[in-house]
């Protein structure tokens, strides 16, 4: 009876320290990350100029299908998203594949040096691309040099162009990052399913597809939902970019750069603020986010 | 055996056609910290002499002296901070298991896919709230609790055995004891890597920064390149050379560091 009384008061202490252990934590995260995700709900039924706010409802949800800027911005996120990310995690996915070949000469070397552009920072890598695809810039003197185009590409300047810009900079920028993952997953596949396939005569194409592809399914999946959220928040890139950045009177040419977490900005900081507003796009932002990886995971069969 | 050798060749020709392409940017902010700004926009690949006319215009228009420290110091005291908050947090939720514990657990993770979007702009009324607006201790307060960073400790902690922590509660030593002088010091590779992780994300922010901190003497690297970019006459040759002091301090620590960094990139993947 004595003995059970202690152990019981024993598993009471040790409870109590894992609250206390995870309290900070838990403390910061409430005041800083629940509180605000719950507040922006709230707010997103609420319209504001200003100080002044009032009750909305769901009108703000309804307010954005006429929205011809939030159309805008969605549809150009959504350029980004369909097109960019396929292409970063397919190259990053066959650059795994080839580093993970024994038999290839410095791979070590390949490997940092491609994983190198994910140790800058967003914005220094976009003013520095910026730089690079400037009218009379590098790029196009090298590409006329080279005698591939006649007239140098306006890539600033033309709305189309522009967003070849911003996809080839993020290509840039992430390929090497979603590789590493890749890298390590492939890791833990032994090399005798290659061999073995090697036997029984598969190109390597064919291991390729029936080798590393399911393999890596759980990582692919996952650097996709990180892909695709990270894009749908893309803000450093399209505001640094543009002609002007942050003060700029267009997102890119004809706000052909203007996403959605940039248009949140425009109008928290940039108009007169309509927080109520803002909100509710960021909760537009949610909710594909919910979508997109509910499907994902579908798509993928997993349980997990 | 001529079609493999082929192959061979286009693989080569491709493995270095992505290396040039990944590092060539960074030999061109080195070359350009060295040019006018008119040789920069015009994409020229050589060294220049206009290295310390460039110095000279960066140094004496910014103050950049006082903006790298600002982004060290924030930099510095969010990894310590983070570090030690969420490796606590993660050891509680590891080594002291309980269903209400786990559900938090859960609630944190999912809150993983809200974008800063959603929280930014409460975060902002809060910071003004509580008179933190242009104050660094506002950045760094918002930034501690990372639930990345507690998702990355508690994957590590899974393979630390739980008997040795048994057998120090046999012997006496404290809850608190047995973490910060048993498990902490077993753990290194992990904080380093966890360390890098923190630092890059601190180092490299953008948007938070942006909107909280509006002055100039308040600002970071990051906030400085970007307002000197979006400058009517934009010296292009100044911004290289601060975009190399931006960077350097990343590529020094991924060199140094390199598997910790691999490690910090990728270490959440493991069960």
Redesign the interface.
């Known amino acids: 009876m004595q003995l059970r009384k202690a152990a019981k008061s024993y598993e009471r202490t040790l409870d109590r320290y894992g609250w206390l252990f995870i309290s900070i934590a838990v403390i910061l995260l409430t005041v800083f990350m629940f509180y605000p995700i719950v507040y922006s709900l709230i707010l997103s039924t609420m319209s504001s100029k200003g100080i002044v706010q009032k009750f909305v409802g769901l009108g703000n949800y309804t307010k954005l299908i006429k929205d011809e800027m939030f159309i805008k911005a969605l549809k150009n996120t959504f350029v980004f998203l369909i097109i960019q990310v396929p292409i970063m995690l397919l190259l990053a996915l066959i650059l795994a594949a080839i580093l993970n070949d024994k038999t290839i000469k410095f791979r070590g070397l390949f490997r940092t040096g491609i994983f190198l552009p994910a140790v800058t920072s967003l914005v220094a890598y976009t003013i520095l691309f910026k730089m690079m695809f400037s009218a009379d810039g590098f790029i196009n003197t090298g590409l006329m040099r080279l005698h591939i185009i006649k007239q140098p590409i306006p890539w600033l300047m033309d709305p189309f162009w522009a967003k070849v810009t911003v996809i080839i900079a993020m290509t840039w920028r992430w390929t090497g990052y979603n590789m590493v993952f890749y890298l390590s997953g492939l890791q833990s596949v032994p090399d005798e399913l290659y061999e073995a396939a090697e036997i029984d005569g598969a190109s390597k194409i064919q291991q390729f597809f029936h080798i590393t592809i399911p393999m890596l399914k759980p990582i692919i999946v996952f650097t996709t939902i990180m892909s695709t959220i990270g894009t749908l928040q893309l803000f450093d890139e399209p505001m640094n970019l543009s002609q002007g950045g942050v003060t700029g009177a267009t997102t890119g040419p004809g706000n052909s750069l203007l996403t959605l977490s940039v248009y949140i900005y425009n109008l928290c900081f940039k108009y007169m603020p309509n927080f109520g507003y803002a909100a509710t796009i960021a909760y537009v932002i949610v909710f594909i986010v919910a979508i997109l990886t509910f499907i994902q995971f579908k798509v993928a069969g997993d349980k997990e | 055996m001529k079609k493999i050798r082929i192959?061979r060749i286009i693989?080569y020709l491709?493995?270095i056609l992505?290396?040039v392409?990944?590092?060539f940017?960074?030999y061109?902010?080195i070359v350009?910290m060295t040019n006018s700004a008119v040789d920069?926009?015009?994409?020229k690949?050589t060294f220049g002499n206009q290295f310390f006319q460039n110095a000279k215009v960066l140094f004496s228009q910014y103050d950049v002296k006082r903006i790298f420290f600002n982004s060290v110091k924030i930099s510095i005291l969010t990894v310590i901070g983070s570090l030690a908050?969420?490796s606590?947090?993660a050891?509680?939720?590891e080594?002291?298991?309980?269903k209400a514990?786990e559900k938090?657990y859960a609630i944190?993770l999912l809150?993983m896919?809200?974008?800063?979007?959603?929280?930014?702009?409460?975060?902002?009324?809060?910071i003004v709230k509580f008179n933190l607006l242009n104050k660094h201790t506002g950045l760094i307060?918002?930034s501690?609790?990372s639930?990345f960073i507690?998702f990355f400790f508690r994957q590590s902690f899974k393979s630390f055995p739980k008997e040795i922590i048994q057998a120090a509660r046999v012997d006496g030593a404290g809850?608190f004891k047995i973490?910060t002088s048993i498990v902490v010091p077993s753990m290194k590779s992990t904080y380093a890597a966890a360390a890098i992780y923190s630092f890059?994300t601190s180092?490299?922010a953008?948007?938070w920064p942006?909107?909280i901190l509006q002055t100039d003497k308040q600002k970071t690297m990051?906030l400085l390149?970007?307002?000197m970019?979006?400058a009517y006459f934009p010296e292009?040759g100044a911004?290289?050379l601060a975009?190399v002091i931006?960077?350097l301090p990343?590529?020094i620590?991924?060199f140094t560091l390199?598997n910790y960094f691999?490690q910090g990139?990728?270490g959440s993947?493991k069960q």
Do not use: C, D, H
């Open positions: 192959t693989i491709f493995l992505m290396f392409v990944s590092v940017p960074f061109w902010m350009g920069v926009i015009k994409g690949m908050i969420s606590m947090a050891y509680g939720f080594f002291y298991p309980s514990r938090t944190i809150s896919m809200v974008p800063f979007a959603a929280l930014m702009i409460p975060l902002f009324r809060l307060l918002t501690l609790a639930v507690i809850e973490f890059m180092w490299n953008y948007l942006l909107i990051t390149i970007s307002s970019s979006s292009y911004i290289m975009i931006a960077t990343m590529i620590i991924f390199q691999v990139m990728t993947l």
